[in-house]
């Protein structure tokens, strides 16, 4: 082997160490963050925690509250954007022309992803909690959300939509099909599976949003459920940062375990669209 | 000669992007035939099916010009009723696309579009259009498998068998056995000589032998423009245009 073939090799050698180190330190706060709060906050996770309210001034008892507002806020976030988040899509990839017009939503829709939260929370303030009079409320904060999470969900849906094979499309037309039979029949099944990934996704950000529910939706403390989508509600972020920087002398045990409760939320997720993902490639059929 | 089923008449066509185009195109096409219309890729023969169904709606098309006469009616008239003219004239495409769904509802798909719901004329028309396509022996007993577990040549026929399960009066196919092997090439063309009886046939063939082959009457389509027609297969014997002879004796396309 001459020299220069033997620093070639070398060459490649050191480039394919340098990129798996870079992929290995990318990986490891990832799992530490996990970790340490997985560990950590198992041992707070029990039955009462899960299923009391706080007490003794949040330094003992549970997070049901939280919990439950954590759900219904995503639940709101998801009736308020999902519709017009996948009728956009539809709209955009299906139906719309390419024109300065659409040219001009698309950057809006670009843009609308890359505003801060706080901005959002500030704007929902504005909009739906002072000047529509819904007051601090599951409402006012699920809507605030839904217009945060719209970008995510109109993006990867019009994505997944525009995956199906044009040739399905035109198959469809050319048996006598309307634009709108092809899409309900034929694309719409066929990119369900992308956009139910988007539509979690972007419901992740949603779920674990502080800024915006601190504006909008969230109390300090609450001794009971909200009765009505007017009412104020506990989350399990803002009462994370609310444990963790409010209240003097609370239990460290607590703040893990909240932290990995939220967290769980979250990897459960991921879990679900991870296998809605998998299953839709095994079965697809193109 | 009875009346043409379908006449083209200085149909004219350019995309936006320029890339292919017709330049006055007159054509008559005859029922129970099978017509060809063959030339070097890119001549515009497949624009010319797209143009007969309306499927260039679907493209950006910067002129189009002319008339195009189906049954008294003309095609071109942006009054008409696309849905009824896409049943009346099936469309095969080069690649076999099944749509992803078992065998059986890609032969009811189009009917269901059309609004049937009794089963069992959907039934009928699933048997009645998998014999005429030559696959019913086939796949009898495995409707309900997925079309994409069918191979190249049985997926083809299926395309055409979906396309005469809405009883269309005229089927255009666009090189349908260019991804076939010769075997299965021979049945899909066997199946266009049966169906040739009861229904108009206009084909682009993959190759001039399977033009020679299979044509009743011939177009040859170079560069947007057509160069010479026949009756019967004279063209593929005695040229009159040098063009269409250099083509045809393989000195280009």
């Avoid at chain 1, 049901?64 to 955009?92: K, Q, R, W």
């Avoid at chain 1, 694309?187 to 502080?210: D, F, K, S």
């Avoid at chain 2, 896409?86 to 009917?111: D, Q």
């Avoid at chain 2, 007993?141 to 040549?153: E, K, M, N, Q, T």
Wanted: with cysteine.
């Amino acid at each position: 082997m001459t020299a220069a073939t033997n620093r070639r090799q070398w060459t490649q050698r050191i480039g394919f160490a340098s990129l798996a180190l870079a992929t290995v330190l990318t990986v490891i706060p990832i799992v530490l963050v996990v970790g340490i709060i997985l560990v950590r906050g198992a041992s707070a996770i029990n039955l009462e925690f899960l299923t009391a309210p706080p007490s003794d001034g949040m330094k003992a008892g549970g997070i049901m509250p939280a919990i439950v507002g954590t759900f219904l806020l995503a639940l709101g976030t998801a009736i308020a954007s999902v519709p017009f988040g996948i009728g956009a899509a539809i709209y955009l990839a299906e139906y719309a022309s390419e024109n300065r017009w659409t040219r001009a939503i698309r950057i809006a829709i670009i843009n609308l992803a890359g505003i801060p939260s706080i901005v959002y929370g500030l704007f929902g303030l504005g909009l739906f909690v002072l000047f529509l009079q819904f007051g601090t409320s599951i409402v006012a904060g699920a809507l605030t959300l839904a217009i945060m999470t719209l970008p995510v969900i109109i993006s990867t849906s019009e994505e997944a939509i525009r995956s199906v094979p044009q040739s399905f499309r035109a198959v469809s037309i050319s048996l006598g099909g309307t634009q709108w039979q092809t899409i309900r029949r034929i694309v719409l099944p066929q990119a369900l599976p992308g956009i139910l990934t988007g539509v979690i996704l972007g419901l992740e950000r949603a779920v674990g949003e502080t800024a915006v529910i601190l504006f909008t939706a969230a109390a300090f403390f609450l001794p009971s459920l909200p009765n009505s989508p007017f009412d104020a509600t506990m989350a399990l972020p803002y009462h994370l940062f609310v444990i963790s920087t409010q209240v003097p002398g609370m239990p460290i045990q607590i703040q893990y375990g909240t932290a990995a409760v939220l967290l769980i939320f979250v990897l459960i997720m991921n879990l679900i669209a991870t296998v809605i993902r998998s299953r839709a490639r095994a079965r697809r059929q193109w | 000669m009875t009346s043409p089923k379908i006449s083209v008449r200085d149909v004219s066509l350019r995309y936006s992007d320029g890339k292919e185009s017709l330049r006055h195109i007159n054509l008559e096409i005859e029922r129970n035939a099978i017509t060809v219309l063959f030339g070097p890729a890119g001549g515009g023969k497949s624009s010319l099916l797209r143009t007969i169904n309306r499927l260039n709606d679907l493209t950006d098309v910067d002129h189009l010009s002319g008339e195009i006469w189906l049954d008294g009616e003309n095609i071109l008239d942006p009054e008409i009723d696309l849905i009824a003219l896409r049943r009346k004239v099936g469309m095969v495409f080069a690649r076999p696309v099944v749509l992803p769904m078992s065998i059986r509802e890609n032969l009811t798909y189009g009917l269901e579009l059309a609004g049937e719901k009794n089963d069992a004329t959907k039934d009928r028309a699933v048997e009645s259009s998998l014999k005429a396509a030559a696959l019913w022996e086939e796949v009898a007993d495995r409707l309900d498998d997925p079309a994409i577990s069918l191979s190249g040549g049985q997926q083809q026929r299926l395309c055409i068998a979906r396309v005469l399960a809405l009883e269309p009066e005229v089927i255009m196919l666009d090189e349908p056995t260019s991804g076939l092997d010769p075997i299965s090439t021979g049945k899909v063309e066997g199946t266009l000589q049966e169906l040739k009886d009861r229904y108009t046939i206009l084909l682009v063939p993959h190759s001039v032998q399977q033009a020679a082959r299979t044509a009743d009457h011939a177009a040859f389509i170079l560069e947007g423009e057509l160069i010479e027609f026949t009756a019967g297969k004279k063209i593929f014997t005695r040229p009159r245009d040098q063009r269409t002879e250099d083509y045809i004796e393989g000195r280009f396309g």
